[in-house]
């Protein structure tokens, strides 16, 4: 625990304590007294109420459209399954940037709704609640699905020869035996809409703003760190709390069900009804998943006099982006290749020695720290990399003009990626295998190799892709620390939309596109590796 340890509380802990101390220390002196004050101010109150009811009004939505897609997963068997999975989860591994991009092109000004009808939702919550959706569809799917597809379905049936009608036996059987799939599946949606950034920073505009980019205001633009001091503790309560009834959520999953094999529950749909509900499915991931995709794609060959490759092209010269970069914004492409290959390289070392040392030890220290492991997914990133600035700026540690900078920060989000895949297949591994590898001579280091490697290798390919694609995608922290010279792909897209002019719209476009397609290839990859039940993710 060792490694883990000392990078989190190095490149995490350290710096969020440093920024909040930033703000609430007057003369070395702490001033609580300001966090009456911050939280009193009527537009304080205005950011805390948003965040709270959109995040709410997103997990609902999600849930009532995404739980029929689950049961379609869990319960039917038909043709192109596997690849319509892979399809809905992309979605998920996309940086929320993309995301907003996407939208902005299906729902803003001259977008495909505007041009089709004349009807504009950028700016608005709609649109907000929407692209929530679009990315959290495969949070549901994939919890609350896995689980139904091992639910033994004869226990229904059972109900329903006693006398139940298909309705009743759902929902006295089926129904609580999910019901701890589907409170883990809502406070991860919850949680990634309470904290949400990038999309609300390019759809919402300026009327509407949640904590997370209220932080961002308060510190880049307004310099205000007191306040945003203040919001980054209510957030970390709050994501502390949220990740608490999570991990309950999830022991109590584990602790009393009775699973079986998916293979035996899947079959092909039968009658009107369950036809219709397949169709109804897939015409869903056409409007809410293709759809905004498709539109970001014809958006990106859209240049004036017809459609082509004129914005690809313009992204191979610095001057055609008006000066918003030093460098041509190809050259984003690469930078975020290499600093998400060293961030998958730093994620697989911390996080597999933390899965390592959680599933060898017990105790409620190590059950908290396999909590702490989660919050970079909930504590702000903007936090984070403001925090890296002000900290890692002195010897032995100076490391502001360092290009390691970047992956460190974007492997904070990687880690908890690799621990929550890893851990479920180490807590699998037979310790008898181990001791009598032990027993037969081996090292302990041997017997790694020889006994747990062989079996977690899929499980590590999963865990490097998803690290490897959210730190592709990371945006709230590096936006912060990425160099002028060097920025990501993230990076790039954010300012090019920053900046009026059609070409620089198509050029966000057009690098939109490209980190989709890398993160759909990255995604399909794994889809090939992936065993059916590889962690929690």
């Not at 995490?12 to 101010?41: M, N, T």
């Not at 892979?86 to 505007?114: K, N």
């Not at 089709?116 to 609350?144: E, K, S």
């Not at 109590?252 to 079986?260: C, D, I, S, Y």
Request: include cysteine; glycine fraction near 8%.
């Amino acid at each position: 625990m060792a490694v883990p340890v000392a990078f989190f509380a190095l490149f995490f802990a350290y710096p969020v304590v440093a920024i909040v101390g930033r703000g609430l220390k007057a003369d070395s002196v702490w001033q609580f007294g300001r966090i009456g004050e911050v939280l009193a101010r009527p537009d304080i109150l205005d950011v805390l109420w948003f965040t709270t009811w959109q995040a709410l009004a997103s997990t609902a939505l999600t849930l009532l459209i995404a739980l029929p897609g689950a049961h379609v997963f869990a319960r039917f068997d038909f043709p192109g399954k596997q690849l319509l999975r892979a399809v809905v989860t992309v979605p998920f591994v996309l940086p929320t940037v993309v995301v907003g991009t996407a939208f902005l092109a299906l729902l803003g000004r001259g977008g495909f709704l505007d041009e089709l009808a004349g009807v504009r939702l950028d700016a608005t919550v709609w649109a907000i609640l929407l692209a929530h959706v679009f990315f959290n569809y495969a949070v549901v799917v994939r919890t609350v699905g896995g689980l139904w597809s091992q639910l033994d379905p004869r226990q229904e049936e059972a109900a329903r020869v006693l006398g139940a009608g298909r309705f009743a036996a759902w929902r006295r059987v089926t129904l609580p035996a999910l019901a701890p799939a589907v409170a883990a599946a809502a406070l991860m949606v919850f949680l990634f809409t309470f904290t949400s950034f990038g999309v609300v920073q390019i759809l919402g505009g300026p009327a509407y703003s949640t904590l997370e980019v209220e932080i961002y205001r308060q510190t880049a633009q307004l310099l205000d760190l007191p306040t945003a001091a203040v919001l980054t503790m209510v957030q970390f309560a709050a994501v502390g709390a949220i990740l608490a009834v999570h991990a309950w959520t999830v022991r109590r999953r584990e602790a009393t069900l009775k699973l079986v094999d998916p293979a035996q529950t899947a079959r092909r749909p039968r009658g009107a009804g369950q036809w219709a509900l397949l169709g109804g499915v897939l015409l869903t991931v056409l409007v809410l998943i293709l759809l905004p995709l498709g539109v970001l794609v014809e958006r990106s060959l859209d240049v004036p006099g017809g459609h082509g490759l004129g914005y690809y092209r313009a992204l191979r010269s610095a001057e055609a982006s008006g000066g918003t970069f030093l460098v041509a914004p190809l050259a984003a492409v690469w930078n975020s290749l290499q600093y998400a290959l060293a961030a998958t390289a730093i994620a697989l070392i911390v996080g597999g020695l933390a899965a390592a040392a959680l599933t060898r030890r017990a105790g409620r220290l190590v059950r908290g720290f396999d909590a702490l492991l989660m919050l970079p997914l909930g504590v702000s990133a903007v936090t984070v990399g403001f925090g890296f600035l002000i900290t890692l700026d002195r010897p032995p540690l100076d490391l502001r003009t360092s290009w390691i900078l970047v992956p460190l920060a974007q492997a904070l989000v990687g880690v908890p990626f690799v621990v929550r895949t890893m851990l479920p297949i180490l807590r699998a591994v037979d310790v008898r295998l181990r001791e009598a590898a032990s027993v037969l001579g081996a090292s302990p280091l041997r017997a790694w190799r020889e006994v747990d490697l062989p079996l977690v290798r899929r499980a590590l390919l999963v865990a490097a892709g998803f690290a490897f694609a959210v730190s592709l995608g990371e945006f709230g922290a590096t936006v912060f620390i990425a160099r002028p010279d060097n920025p990501t792909l993230p990076v790039a897209v954010a300012r090019l939309l920053g900046r009026s002019g059609e070409l620089n719209y198509g050029q966000a476009m057009a690098l939109s596109t490209i980190l989709m397609l890398v993160c759909a290839v990255s995604l399909l990859a794994l889809e090939r590796i992936r065993p059916d039940r590889s962690g929690e993710f």
